[in-house]
């Protein structure tokens, strides 16, 4: 296999590890809240930039210096990313969103001369009073709407899942590069590509999901709860699997 081979190879193995069942759940827990297209994608968007940041950032140590993971903190990281699970699923079943921190549309004073806004004036038949649109000079209209439909809180979330998915499984991938590729320059464009890889995925799914929840919510307009409840419950249950699994089955919390 050539060398450009191997790394389209990496980008499509990250598309690939975005559809993992623990990223899927995670990341529908946290998309099932949203009614908007734009904002699904952009909660995507940051599991998959905390995610890629971590795996590109604990693999390259791990290339790099050749450092060893300890079994027990694999482990640990798995364990991890199922309490994280639990916790998503209890949120959502529980109908709380620890408040979206997110901004609400506002009006405030201003100076017409300000060059942070810039509007058309529109004059009344009465030449006093009139009314007139602005926008904040630097902020990208879509990016500012999303993410304040999305609100603060939601965004750091979704990042914060992603680091944690990455911490996880930042080993087995910086060791199948260090495998694959001799080279540790190259194996460091590949980590990057397959963690862009693994955003891409992340972005289709999660629009897909909410495509998918938004003919659900035309068709049954009463199903938003059943939604958020059902993603809640079904991230539970894998939690505890996987808790199950790191921490008893494979003896990191208790060994028979």
């Known amino acids: 296999m050539s060398l450009l081979s191997l790394l389209g190879f990496g980008f499509l193995l990250g598309m690939r590890h975005a559809t993992d069942p623990d990223h899927v759940v995670a990341v ?105 649109a602005h926008v904040h000079a630097l902020e990208p209209g879509w990016l500012k709407r999303h993410a304040r439909r999305a609100g603060s809180w939601q965004l750091l979330r979704s990042a914060g899942v992603g680091l944690v998915h990455g911490l996880a499984g930042s080993a087995a991938v910086a060791l199948l590069a260090l495998a694959a590729i001799p080279g540790p320059g190259t194996g460091l464009l590949y980590l990057f590509l397959f963690g862009l890889g693994t955003l891409a995925g992340m972005l289709i799914l999660s629009a897909m999901m909410e495509l998918c929840m938004l003919a659900l919510l035309r068709w049954w307009r009463t ?34």
């Open 28 to 132: 529908s827990t946290i998309v099932a809240r949203h009614k908007s297209l734009g904002t699904a994608w952009l909660l995507g968007a940051f599991w998959g930039l905390g995610h890629t940041a971590t795996i590109f950032l604990a693999g390259a140590v791990i290339i790099l210096f050749k450092v060893s993971i300890p079994a027990r903190l694999e482990l640990a990281l798995e364990l991890g990313v199922g309490l994280v699970l639990v916790l998503l699923g209890l949120l959502n079943m529980a109908g709380h969103s620890l408040g979206s921190l997110g901004l609400k549309a506002h009006s405030h004073p201003h100076d017409h001369a300000d060059p942070e806004h810039r509007h058309q004036l529109l004059e009344a038949p009465d030449g006093k009073s009139h009314s007139h």
């Open 223 to 256: 199903a938003e709860r059943l939604l958020v409840f059902g993603t809640g419950l079904l991230s539970f249950i894998l939690g505890l699997l996987i808790v199950y699994q790191q921490g008893f089955a494979k003896g990191l919390l208790w060994r028979p």
